[in-house]
Nanobody
Framework: QVQLVQSGGGLVQAGGSLRLSCVASSRTFSGYAMGWYRQAPGKEREFVASIAWSSSTTSYADSVKGRFTISGDNSKNTVYLQMNSLKPEDTAIYYC?????????WGQGTQVTVSS
């Protein structure tokens, strides 16, 4: 299984920005997309954004549209999440995800805390 190592995150005031990154330990030729999910305290893990590598098609949850941008480079096994205009409601542990025809995987999670 490919390891996904996340970095970034932290504490920021409302209206601020953070950038998350996720790097795969090795190139996967079966991976077709990567995405970001988040889990707030007491909540289920929810979809945030994804990118399909072949088409570079991106998708976003309604709650983050216009504020978050997903990008990456499949050749470098990387994906990013640029988060702008952060709100306290964005506070959660963020996880990157690999979608693969041979089984995907999850990053270790990165805490994002947005204060009022």
């Amino acid at each position: 299984q490919v390891q996904l190592v996340q970095s970034g995150g932290g504490l920021v005031q409302a209206g601020g920005s953070l950038r998350l990154s996720c790097v795969a330990s090795s190139r996967t030729f079966s991976g077709y997309a990567m995405g970001w999910y988040r889990q707030a305290p007491g909540k289920e893990r929810e979809f945030v954004a994804s990118i399909a590598w072949s088409s570079s098609t991106t998708s976003y949850a309604d709650s983050v549209k216009g504020r978050f941008t997903i990008s990456g480079d499949n050749s470098k096994n990387t994906v990013y999440l640029q988060m702008n205009s952060l709100k306290p409601e964005d506070t959660a542990i963020y996880y990157c995800k690999l979608f693969s025809t041979r089984g995907g995987g999850w990053g270790q999670g990165t805490q994002v805390t947005v204060s009022s």
